[in-house]
């Protein structure tokens, strides 16, 4: 298995909207499950603790890497993060790796 994890900071003009803004990515995101080929599972967690320095993380897990390359270019991926991911998020920060 490979996970797949993204953690984003919102643009500042997002701040206001935050709620909402966290909801669209979310359910974005998580309505992929079912819908691309070698995601196993997929979470978006928008309610960080204090301690945290980010606003939203994607937890992903992918049966292969060729499953992860797959998600990256997939429509239905591709239509998410330019709608409801990128045109919100002023930094993003990605770890993949192999689960053991």
Known sequence: MVKHIILWNLKDECKQD???VKA????????LKGKIPGLVDIKVN???????NCDV???STFEDEASLKGYSTHPLHVEV???KVRPFTASRVCMDYEEV
Request: no cysteine; net charge negative.
């Open 57 to 59: 993380m994607l937890d």
């Open 18 to 20: 935050a709620a909402g």
């Open 24 to 31: 669209g990515i979310k359910e974005g995101l998580e309505g």
């Open 81 to 83: 993060a330019n709608t």
């Open 46 to 52: 928008t309610e960080p603790l204090e301690s945290s």
